[in-house]
């Protein structure tokens, strides 16, 4: 599975928020959009799933535009995890994760015990089984993102959409939900995430976008585009990027940043 | 209670559930259109929907005869076609009374649509439900409160319509008259006494109706 995005104008009726995207995205791997806040990543991963139209461009899968799909085809290719919110009904974190087998579920029909079956081993995937009769509005910020992981898991699809799945998480679980990126990218899921953090795109990402003013400012290796040239641009800061050896044996980049002094002015205006 | 101003209740009602059906079937769409959607001549759906709410009664009649009369717009063709008009029949009175109360359900139900939070609808889409379905299982659920309020009101604007019936349907007794009519009729010709009961029967009416509205309101919420 091949996605592409080729020349992407987007934004909201009335309003453009950023324009001349293009990338593609393949199976198995790993591209982590990083910029400010502002910058249109939410916007952009909207328009990819079709919740806005692209006001210019095109989203194909293997070379297929999406435009005309239906919804239900949409969600058996496209798994989207929004930023997890504070949930207002109580359904238990079985249901939610069911919930992702709407897509291949008839359309009067209730779940079968195949659909159970694949609901409770993606709890099993990211290891919170023991929350299958917990109500969601009850279970901590980290257990509803990984629940919500669950959920899109279920859909089985082939390209995976996650909006800041880091944020709002403590260290622990941010690390254990980097961790399933990793894992669901070596079984040949495409994953494209947003995050605020460069070091996470150091750790998860094959490839970074720069999202800038609604625009690619760069786009290639983690260590080719996070640069203390890049990062001084985009976010108007100062900092040090430098190699340091993992508890697991590997090497991650990590993004040090300077206070004080280093600090520009925030967001330099719109290129004009 | 004379036998006329019992028949007059009946037909009251009967024409006041057919409009608040029509109203559901017609205006929950419409109102669905003009909170979710941008088309085309949205703001024209919008105003001539909002019209009769603005309108002397006799105006929205005035042009439902123009429209529907047997010489009229639509009225015409029909009458060639199969020898029948929908003037001076129950069915008008039922048109009448829907035109009128659209406006009140429209307005109600589309607040109603707009207060609930488009990104439970987008999950659903994001999970692959349709857009129908998605407005069937989610938008409307959620605003139910909403829809009920509107055809609360739709009812009892429709079981009080007067002017728009007047023109469209008339005053015979035992097709058309509603209680409305039948009460101006009975002031008109003196009978005080069966103005009076007729009147009674529509005040107590309403009130059964807003307690259970109420009733319903406080369960749903």
């Known amino acids: ?272 | 209670m004379s036998p006329d101003s019992i028949s007059a209740l009946r037909l009251s009602l009967q024409v006041a559930v057919a409009a608040t059906a029509l109203n559901a079937l017609i205006g929950i769409p419409i109102a669905y259109f003009l909170a979710r959607r941008r088309f085309w001549g949205k703001s024209l759906v919008d105003l001539l929907v909002t019209l009769p709410l603005i309108l002397p009664p006799t105006v929205v009649g005035y042009y439902l005869i123009v429209l529907l009369g047997r010489r009229g717009l639509l009225g015409r063709p029909l009458y060639e076609l199969t020898g029948w008009t929908v003037a001076f029949t129950w069915y008008a009175a039922v048109i009448a009374a829907t035109v009128m109360a659209l406006p009140l359900l429209v307005r109600t139900v589309r607040a109603a649509i707009e207060s609930v939070d488009r990104d439970l609808e987008r999950a659903a889409y994001t999970l692959g439900r349709s857009e129908l379905r998605t407005a069937l299982e989610v938008t409307l659920p959620l605003a139910r409160n909403g829809i009920l309020a509107g055809m609360v009101l739709a009812f009892a604007r429709a079981l009080g319509e007067f002017g728009a019936t007047l023109m469209l349907a008339g005053n015979i007794p035992g097709k058309t008259t509603t209680v409305p009519l039948s009460i101006y009729t009975a002031v008109q010709t003196g009978e005080s006494s069966e103005a009076a009961a007729l009147v009674a029967a529509l005040t107590a009416l309403s009130c059964v109706v807003l307690i259970a509205a109420n009733r319903l309101g406080a369960r749903a919420a």
């Open chain 1, 1 to 272: 599975m091949r996605l592409e995005v080729a020349d992407l104008a987007f934004g909201y009726p009335g309003k453009e928020v950023g324009r001349d995207v293009t990338f593609d995205l393949t199976g198995g791997e790993v591209v982590c959009l990083l910029g400010p806040n502002g910058g249109g990543k939410t916007t952009l991963f909207k328009t990819i799933l079709r919740l806005l139209a692209p006001r210019h461009g095109r989203v194909a899968v293997d070379g297929q535009s999406i435009a005309g799909w239906a919804r239900d085809r949409l969600a058996r290719v496209f798994g989207y995890v929004p930023q997890a919110q504070l949930g207002i009904f109580p359904f238990t974190v079985t249901e939610i994760v069911l919930m992702g087998r709407t897509a291949h579920i008839g359309p009067f029909a209730t779940p079968s015990r195949a659909d159970r079956a694949i609901a409770e081993e993606m709890l099993a995937t990211l290891d919170i089984g023991h929350l299958a009769e917990r109500p969601y509005t009850e279970i901590s910020g980290g257990e509803r993102q990984l629940t919500l992981i669950a959920r899109a898991l279920a859909q089985q699809p082939a390209i995976l959409v996650m909006d800041e799945p880091t944020a709002s998480l403590d260290f622990g679980n941010q690390v254990r939900v980097l961790g399933q990126i990793e894992r669901l990218a070596d079984r040949g899921i495409a994953i494209m995430l947003s995050t605020h953090d460069p070091d996470h795109a150091f750790l998860c990402a094959h490839r970074v976008a720069l999202l800038h003013h609604g625009r690619l400012a760069r786009l290639g290796r983690p260590d080719e585009v996070i640069t203390a040239e890049s990062l001084r641009e985009v976010y108007g800061v100062q900092v040090a990027i430098t190699p340091v050896a993992r508890a697991d044996g590997r090497t991650a980049r990590v993004c040090v940043p300077a206070l004080g002094d280093g600090i520009l002015p925030a967001h330099p205006g719109p290129p004009s």
